[in-house]
């Protein structure tokens, strides 16, 4: 038999057996299906593979591997999920390989991000965004802005940046050589990496505000978040206030939210509680609860805190832990179920409903809304000002708390919202490419200032890439400016963690945040206050 025909039966059957385990699924946890309900099922099976065998048979071009994949991968199967609701999923090979990646938070390589890059010519060249530091790229000596020219004596022209991140990985140990160009640099750069494990962190910056006030920035739930919170907590010492923030958050892993969660609540509160209709309903209690000294939390939430994220913050702002501040969270309340399909791909599938210790579904209506829709449109200022359709709950000290459409902040603070020109300076990678321009020539150090001699030779620097710009555009933003500046030159000189820590010193709304601390210790008060009223009014 043909491999394009091992591949297609190959294809057809992950189809199969993904239909099969929804069908199992359904057939065990419920009262058992009616004859009619699995001939039905047996029919729509039997439809399918008529109609794929049609399509092999008769389609105007042979359906070779990459069709073949696309129409099941691509097609048949995620059209079926997304049918149910917007985030049961399926994972093929390299997906799924993917998927347990992150959720472990390491995998093998060499340590650096990479991105394409336009060129004159109209081409795409792939550079380094930045590597990670400790890591084999970083102790080499890579900087950001690297162009890799070779991944052991390979090309990396026409390739995209997922087929040279491929290349640069591999088992630990092994050696790969790089070819790069810098700029400055009269010819190219040779590096000879040795491939270890590179970890990813999802607490990516941790570091004092000021003396006493803590921030942890939180960019997803994987395998070690919590013990990684813990970690920054423990090294914070004693601290009179934290801004704990989760902007971008997507989620991840369910467990880590409720450890997570664990660390700033009660012994015995709830975290979230899960309800389905195929498993018994599950609640999550915190276990230990919070050691050591009480301190005001301030959570930031955007439009993009999602899932695990959002269970984090309802389970602070039901029990009056934390003050809720920022823009509407996302709005997912479906707990997905990662089921094994084949040795490499993997189906998640919605099994539960979650809500918050008072009884909020956070899930946002998907009915009747595309994909698309669901995902990027969403208007909330509408929302904001009325919130007759949602449902109303209470915190534990009797606050008022609204279901059904993501987390509402305690306090609102906009997202800052960039003008064309600042688009502009991103789209043509200004600051990224000034900075490799500057460091050709000049060294930071950390007292390094974005001052007026700088500011000129940017400006020059945009005039000789031909990035149009007026005066009254630098000055419109001119403490952007500074920072970004400052931030990409930091991370270029000191590695990713300075760059980060820049951005985070100067962000309006962490500044913002830290100002909610009072009123955050305010809700913690209340909350012991309601708490020994209930303990008083329950004694004999």
């Excluded at 959002?310 to 997912?332: M, N, P, W």
Aim: proline content about 4%; aromatic content about 10%.
């Amino acid at each position: 038999m043909a491999p394009r025909t091992h591949r297609a039966l190959f294809s057809a059957t992950v189809f199969l057996a993904t239909c099969a385990v929804i069908g199992s699924f359904i057939n065990q946890k419920v009262a058992a299906q009616s004859a009619n309900d699995e001939s039905t099922l047996r029919d729509s099976l039997h439809s399918f593979t008529n109609v794929y065998s049609l399509v092999e048979q008769n389609y105007a071009e042979p359906l070779n591997t990459d069709k073949t994949d696309k129409a099941i991968y691509d097609g048949a199967i995620p059209g079926m999920l997304h049918v149910l609701d917007p985030h049961s999923n399926f994972y093929d090979p390299k997906a799924f390989a993917q998927m347990r990646e992150d959720q472990h938070g390491k995998y093998y390589g060499v340590g650096m991000t990479i991105q394409p890059q336009p060129t004159p010519n109209g081409k795409t060249k792939i550079v380094v965004l930045y590597p990670f530091e400790g890591t084999p790229s970083y102790k080499a000596g890579i900087r950001p802005g690297d162009e890799i020219l070779t991944v052991d004596g390979k090309s990396t022209e026409g390739m995209d940046s997922t087929g040279v991140a491929t290349m640069l990985k591999g088992a630990r140990g092994t050696h790969v050589s790089v070819t790069m160009m810098r700029e400055g640099s009269s010819r190219p750069l040779v590096f000879d990496l040795v491939r270890d494990e590179i970890p990813r962190p999802s607490v990516d910056l941790a570091f004092l505000l000021s003396p006493g006030i803590g921030y942890i920035h939180v960019s997803s739930f994987i395998e070690t978040t919590s013990h990684e919170v813990g970690d920054a907590l423990d090294k914070f010492g004693d601290i009179h206030g934290l801004v704990l923030d989760l902007r971008g958050n997507p989620g991840g892993l369910l467990n880590e939210a409720v450890n997570m969660s664990d660390k700033f609540l009660q012994k015995g509160q709830i975290v979230v509680s899960q309800r389905g209709r195929a498993f018994p309903d599950q609640v999550y209690r915190a276990t230990r609860g919070e050691e050591g000294p009480k301190f005001p939390i301030v959570v930031l939430v955007n439009r993009n805190t999602a899932s695990a994220a959002e269970i984090v913050s309802g389970a602070l702002q039901d029990h009056d832990r934390a003050l809720i501040a920022g823009e509407t969270t996302f709005g997912k309340g479906l707990v997905q179920t990662v089921f094994q399909i084949t040795e490499n791909t993997g189906l998640a599938l919605t099994t539960y409903h979650y809500y918050t210790p008072s009884g909020r579904l956070i899930q946002r209506n998907y009915d009747h809304v595309s994909l698309y829709d669901y995902y990027y449109v969403r208007d909330d200022s509408d929302k904001a000002k009325d919130k007759s359709n949602l449902e109303v709950k209470l915190t534990d000290s009797g606050r008022t708390v609204y279901g059904g459409g993501g987390i509402t902040p305690d306090e609102k603070i906009d997202n800052l919202k960039s003008n064309h020109f600042q688009d502009n300076l991103l789209v043509h990678y200004a600051f990224f490419n000034f900075s490799k321009h500057y460091l050709a020539s000049h060294t930071v150090t950390k007292d390094f200032v974005v001052d007026d001699a700088v500011m000129q030779q940017f400006k020059s620097f945009l005039k000789d890439t031909q990035i149009e710009y007026t005066d009254a555009d630098i000055a419109g933003v001119d403490g952007w400016i500074k920072e970004s500046i400052k931030s990409e030159l930091f991370t270029s000189q000191f590695g990713q963690l300075e760059g980060l820590k820049v951005r985070a010193e100067w962000d309006p709304q962490i500044a913002k945040a830290v100002t909610f601390l009072p009123e955050a210790q305010t809700l913690e008060d209340h909350s012991k206050l309601a708490q020994k009223t209930n303990t008083a009014s329950a004694k004999p």
